[in-house]
């Protein structure tokens, strides 16, 4: 069974950086877009970014353009998200997902990817 981990989350203080790794079993990104979705208690799933197959293309919120980057290494099967000047406003879960069938084009519509992680939480402090 394919699988989608996260990993990196953790608690950091508003204005400091944290990194979130994705890595897949079962699973090779090198075709497929990805995309970051965070999610907070009684909220919809919320977009993040997202990376085209290639990694030539990317998509950000509006809401975090600027602080986060978005990159994939399909040698190593992995997908990294890069945060700085973290504000309170980005604690929540946040999801790997993968977008299948769509010849490695990118969304930020939750429902349009098939298979995501089982989330990392991020807090972040005042």
């Known amino acids: 069974q394919a699988q989608l981990h996260e990993s990196g989350g953790g608690l950091v203080q508003a204005g400091g950086s944290l990194s979130l790794s994705c890595a897949a079993s079962?699973?090779?990104?090198?075709?497929?877009?990805m995309g970051w979705f965070r999610q907070t208690p009684g909220k919809a799933r919320e977009f993040v970014a997202a990376?085209?197959?290639?990694?030539?293309?990317?998509m950000y919120a509006d809401s975090v353009k600027g602080r986060i980057t978005v990159s994939r290494d399909n040698a190593k099967n992995t997908v990294s998200l890069q945060k700085s000047n973290l504000k309170t406003q980005d604690t929540a879960v946040y999801y790997c997902?993968?977008?299948?069938?769509?010849?490695?084009?990118?969304?930020?519509?939750?429902?349009?990817?098939?298979?995501w992680g089982q989330g990392m939480q991020v807090t972040v402090s005042a």
């Open positions: 079962q699973l090779t990104f090198e075709h497929y877009a």
């Open positions: 997902e993968v977008r299948l069938g769509t010849g490695g084009y990118y969304s930020p519509a939750d429902y349009e990817y098939d298979l």
């Open positions: 990376i085209t197959w290639s990694g030539k293309g990317t």
